[in-house]
């Protein structure tokens, strides 16, 4: 049974970095594209970043272009998301998911399989 189970979250300063980590389960690294995503209250979930698990291309929605950045590692069965120069407004609940795609990222329907989700909470 394929499973995703995020952790990393927490509270953290305007400026300051965290890193959320998505072990995986159930399938290989090599299969799936992951994607990060994030909701915050009253608001539609959102596309945050993903790696084509083919050609390793990342990709990143303008609101996190160079402050996050996506890795993974194979041997972890570990897909990493690094968060740097938080904001308030990147408070939400941030999920991983998995889903096929031969180029670039699943639309969001498309990925199969979705982790529970970790708190990030960006306050001061």
């Known amino acids: 049974q394929p499973q995703l189970v995020e952790s990393g979250g927490g509270l953290v300063q305007p400026g300051g970095s965290l890193r959320l980590s998505c072990v995986v389960s159930?399938?290989?690294?090599?299969?799936?594209?992951i994607g990060w995503f994030r909701q915050a209250p009253g608001q539609s979930r959102e596309g945050v970043s993903c790696?084509?698990?083919?050609?390793?291309?990342?990709f990143y929605a303008d609101f996190v272009k160079g402050r996050f950045a996506i890795s993974r590692d194979n041997a972890k069965n570990t897909v990493y998301l690094q968060m740097n120069r938080l904001k308030p407004e990147d408070t939400a609940v941030y999920y991983c998911?998995?889903?096929?795609?031969?180029?670039?990222?699943?639309?969001?329907?498309?990925?199969?399989?979705w982790g529970q989700g970790t708190q990030v909470t960006v306050s001061s």
């Open positions: 998911a998995a889903g096929y795609s031969a180029v670039g990222c699943p639309a969001k329907h498309e990925y199969d399989y």
């Open positions: 790696m084509n698990n083919y050609d390793g291309n990342t």
């Open positions: 159930g399938f290989s690294l090599d299969d799936y594209a």
